[in-house]
């Protein structure tokens, strides 16, 4: 065999190891948009975002509190969040005196407020730190997100996650496991500053008051430009006023109707989808007959 044709068989099966856990990722757009509008409530209510993880998912931590500290994009709001691994004198002493296990669980107990938002990240979804500070995290009243990864334990069951959202990189290679987590949390970033800007883009799932939607203007869809809310690059929540064939919808954006995509979604008439770059990523309110 040819180096060539080796390399095209490596590079084929690099890309094929990546499909289905990206396709995996899609489908869990709605699970990732519910856990940003609960995280938009927090930082809403002033809180911040505490994040942890071990190594790389150290690094990854660090990361997402610098994207939410100081947004790249310009005009994007400034959110808090530290990452607890960032101070090494802290994490040592406390490794040291009381053990790796309580590492982050520790710096909790003195940082967190009860509207704080803990997200811990994990490959394979056994880091004892990472479990034990989300465990404590809950019983101080925090919002809890874990972001994971599928690698198979070594023996037995999974250890039991206690998160309120719970996103999984459905890979047992850790690698892509990381490249998913990567995707996960810019996303997290992204929607959770939609649902800081659009506050009633989410209707709680408890609430049980009668709502109304603006009727839809049957129009035609305009050419992407300058009027095309749903071709941006930031997400934007709007109405399916019709399905059309090909996995095609008309959705109402509040200023028009247009045309979008929603292939990755299970969406109907008069939902509220997410969209972005024309293609809807999440249903986040459901049509509810009568209500």
Known sequence: MSVATTMQLALRDAFLRRDSPGHALARDSTPIAEACQAMADRFRRGGKLI????????????????????????????????????????????????????????????????????????????????????HTARDLGLLTVALLGNVPPPQGERPRIDADHVLLARSTDPAVVKEIHVTAYHLLWELAHLFLEHPTAHRPADDTQPHTRPAAAEQPAPACGDTCTTCADQATPATVVRLLHGELALADTGTGTEEISVALVDAAVGDTVLIHAGEAIAVITKDIPGA
């Open 51 to 134: 994040v942890f993880g071990n190594g790389g998912a150290g690094a990854d931590a660090a990361h997402i509190a610098v994207e939410f500290m100081h947004p790249v994009i310009v005009g994007k709001r400034a959110l808090p969040a530290l990452a607890l691994s960032n101070d090494a004198a802290t994490m040592t002493a406390i490794g040291a005196r009381e053990g790796l296990t309580e590492t982050f669980a520790h710096q909790l107990t003195q940082w967190a407020a009860p509207h704080d938002i803990a997200l811990g990240i994990s490959r394979d979804g056994r880091c004892a730190n990472v479990l034990r500070a989300l």
